[in-house]
């Protein structure tokens, strides 16, 4: 790869936060965004799970701080920390989310407004906080998670033999919300150089739901490929938004999910 393609992936000399970045997936996204050589801030509760994850070979622009985005005091604590640090937020990638209760059937007011509150609620509260320091710098990268379940609705019949891993209502119906809400950031904060995107992943079971064979064939069989996603399959697409090689997209949906929702 030549020297000016090398440049337009870069994140040299940015910063990147990651929320939920020290999780199954978040800690593949945080490492890429490490790697592509941005100051990257792991946005999360427990110190010892980020210890954990990354361990002693943890890259020296890897760093953790603590915020509950749960909590609008505490995200606004995290992000004036770090911009008081660097004077600039380039990259926010909402990622983390809390929920509770699966059953469709049985879901309590409180589980489903927790559920929507940890899925859709948490983000706006993270692209709120930083939006002051976006527009003062006059640029920024802000990349959603969703996820397919916010484009589809689960094919049921998947789920016959391992109904414990049965996505609920409310999660899929947030991830739908983060959708639209990336498209109207997109557009309401475009005048100020701040990108707003998504991105889908498929089927990605973490290592526990992947103990049970059965459901990971039939995971398998829904996608174009023939197979679950692994971590490692997000580091590109987060790169790329977080970088200056997507400077003319925004309020997009990039969708990595094996072809699950081509069919």
């Not at 943890?58 to 770090?82: G, H, M, R, V, W």
Request: glycine share 8%; hydrophobic share 40%.
């Amino acid at each position: 790869m030549n020297e000016a393609l090398n440049s337009l992936f870069s994140l040299q000399d940015k910063v990147a936060l990651v929320s939920g970045g020290y999780g199954y997936l978040g800690s593949a996204i945080s490492v890429a965004l490490a790697q592509a050589g941005a100051e990257t801030y792991v946005l999360g509760r427990s110190e010892a799970k980020f210890r954990e994850a990354f361990g002693q070979d943890k890259l020296p622009n890897l760093y953790f701080q603590q915020a509950d985005i749960s909590s609008t005091e505490s995200i606004a604590e995290a992000f004036k920390y770090i911009h008081a640090r660097h004077n600039r937020l380039d990259v926010l990638v909402n990622n983390a989310y809390y929920s509770a209760g699966q059953d469709p059937e049985q879901l309590t007011d409180e589980q489903w407004a927790l559920g929507i509150d940890g899925n859709l609620n948490s983000v706006y509260r993270c692209i709120r906080e930083a939006i002051p320091y976006m527009k003062q710098q006059e640029s920024g990268k802000i990349i959603n998670v969703s996820s397919m379940y916010g484009m589809v609705s689960p094919d049921f019949s998947i789920y016959d033999e391992s109904p414990a891993s049965l996505n609920p209502p409310h999660y899929g119906a947030a991830k739908a919300g983060v959708l639209q809400l990336t498209r109207y950031f997109a557009c309401y904060l475009g005048k100020y150089g701040i990108h707003v995107n998504t991105v889908t992943p498929g089927p990605f079971p973490n290592e526990e739901v992947q103990q049970d064979e059965g459901f990971i064939e039939r995971l398998k069989k829904k996608t174009a490929l023939n197979r679950i996603g692994s971590p490692a399959d997000l580091k590109g697409a987060f790169v790329y938004l977080a970088s200056d090689a997507s400077a003319y997209m925004t309020g997009q949906n990039l969708v990595l999910d094996g072809g699950w929702t081509a069919w």
